[in-house]
């Protein structure tokens, strides 16, 4: 069963329009993430939650934001979509703490088209 | 800050023959060390990762990789190839995360596609 689960899978969204990615995981894990994948490229981290606490990456467009309003859930908001904000968007968890040796679990994605 | 270089962007190989994948990470402190593989339109799965202890690692589906800290090295190994084996391959390094606690988030390398004949 799927432990990371990522919704809508494809989502389409007019230019400036503002849309939401949400993720759920069902396995307790303390540690959210969002990476950006954009085609042929490697996943590139927006930013993560340890608990409550956002860290944000220092390149991340203000245009790119999170909630987390408990432990299971994640959403990506992106405020005014351009054309280049067209890519696969990866929620990932882990288990943070303890020396941390722990696997980061991946979603399946959702990809982002912008019309 | 920490970096991964994939230097092959694309690789073809026969069903049968044996691969490696090579990668190579920039990194102040101990790497964590993963491969992920990445079907077309799929999210990451975790081959394989090396965070201490012994340097050559067993993955699932038949592959290993093996740390060299004097190469800085992490090449991904597999004797013989199969052809669902075509892929997007991901090698990513764990730098430490930010405040509260000791995750660590990964920064990946630009990935190498594998394509297998038959």
């Known amino acids: 069963d799927a432990m990371v689960i990522q919704n809508p899978r494809y989502q389409v969204t007019q230019f400036g329009k503002p849309v939401t990615l949400s993720c759920s995981q069902t396995?307790?894990?303390?540690?959210m993430y969002w990476y950006q994948q954009k085609s042929s490229q490697a996943p590139k981290l927006l930013f993560h939650y340890y608990d409550k606490d956002f860290n944000n990456e220092a390149d991340t467009p203000d245009n790119f934001q999170s909630r987390r309003p408990n432990t299971s859930f994640c959403f990506l908001d992106i405020r005014s979509p351009g054309l280049g904000d067209a890519a696969m968007y990866l929620c990932?968890?882990?288990?943070?703490?303890?020396?941390?040796?722990?696997?980061?679990?991946f979603g399946e994605g959702s990809w982002l088209t912008v019309v | 800050a920490q970096s991964v270089t994939q230097p092959d962007i694309h690789i073809t190989v026969s069903e049968g023959a044996s691969l490696e994948l090579r990668c190579n990470y920039s990194y102040g402190a101990t790497p964590y060390l993963f491969w992920y593989v990445q079907s077309p339109g799929q999210g990451l799965q975790l081959l394989l990762k090396?965070?201490?202890?012994?340097?050559l690692v067993q993955g699932i589906k038949g592959f290993e990789a093996e740390f060299k800290r004097s190469q800085s090295s992490f090449n991904l190994r597999k004797p013989s190839v199969h052809w669902s084996d075509a892929a997007e391959y991901f090698c990513a390094v764990g730098a430490a995360g930010g405040s509260g606690g000791s995750n660590y988030k990964l920064t990946f390398g630009k990935g190498t596609l594998l394509t297998v004949n038959p």
């Open positions: 396995l307790n894990h303390n540690v």
């Open positions: 090396y965070f201490s202890g012994d340097t």
């Open positions: 990932a968890t882990t288990r943070g703490g303890g020396g941390s040796g722990n696997t980061i679990y």
